[in-house]
């Protein structure tokens, strides 16, 4: 793809983007929840059939998806590049002058969904330990592998680590965080890690937002196994 092709898509996906209905349902979805045109309508203020245009959009762009289930169509975020991308748009759109004061509200700041991973004060604690256990391995620009000690204490927690690199996306890599402005952990390792800390009741999701709630068993494990604890 030359240098004009690719000018060309990006001015098409940033476009589709644009229009404050699409970025207000394309940011619904950040959640990782799929939802109907009906929904995303009542989101993005605009009548049903405006609402149908615009996510006719996003697919031609390749940012949503439809999945049909007996007589409903839902849709869903394309991908986790997709919501790296918006969470990058965030930081950009965000950005401080001098020293980054975060204004972000409190429970999402501390722990929520970043499409299928864990983002927030939690989501960066636990990169940034992981690291300082040599469990993560940067391999290329933003990328990481695990080291032989990380595979282990991960696969611990019911992660199969094998299944989790074949999947066709990135195994593991830096997402930046919207709110803290660090990285935390994304790619398939980073869902993973979020649905085994569902599955073990660590966290639990709000339905209707992007918040996730630290329970007392997850700050007693997470403290236990890998030495981060509740900032009080």
């Given amino acids: 793809m030359d240098v004009d092709t690719v000018d060309a898509c990006v001015s098409r996906v940033a476009a589709a983007i644009a229009a404050p209905a699409r970025t207000r349902m394309l940011y619904c979805l950040m959640d990782g929840h799929a939802r109907t045109s009906t ?3 009542a989101v993005a203020g605009v009548t049903a059939a405006t609402a149908s245009v615009h996510l006719g959009q996003l697919r031609q762009q390749q940012l949503v998806k439809v999945l049909a289930q007996g007589k409903h169509r839902y849709y869903r975020l394309e991908s986790d590049n997709v919501a790296a991308a918006l969470e990058a748009l965030t930081v950009v759109a965000g950005a401080a002058r001098g020293r980054f004061v975060p204004n972000t509200p409190t429970r999402l700041r501390a722990a929520r969904t970043c499409y299928d991973h864990m983002a927030g004060k939690v989501a960066v604690a636990l990169h940034d330990r992981f690291e300082e256990l040599g469990w993560l391995r940067s391999v290329a620009d933003k ?16 992660i199969d680590i094998e299944a989790t690199r074949a999947l066709r996306r990135r195994f593991a890599c830096a997402c930046l965080d919207w709110s803290e402005r660090q990285p935390h952990l994304g790619g398939a390792l980073g869902a993973g890690l979020l649905k085994a800390a569902l599955r073990r009741k660590w966290v639990v999701q709000d339905l209707d937002s992007r918040a996730l709630r630290v329970t007392r068993r997850g700050w007693r494990e997470m403290r236990a196994r890998f030495g981060v604890a509740d900032p009080g």
């Fill in 143 to 158: 990328a990481y592998d695990l080291s032989q000690d990380g595979a282990k204490a991960l696969a611990a927690l019911g």
């Fill in 39 to 41: 929904e995303l309508a």
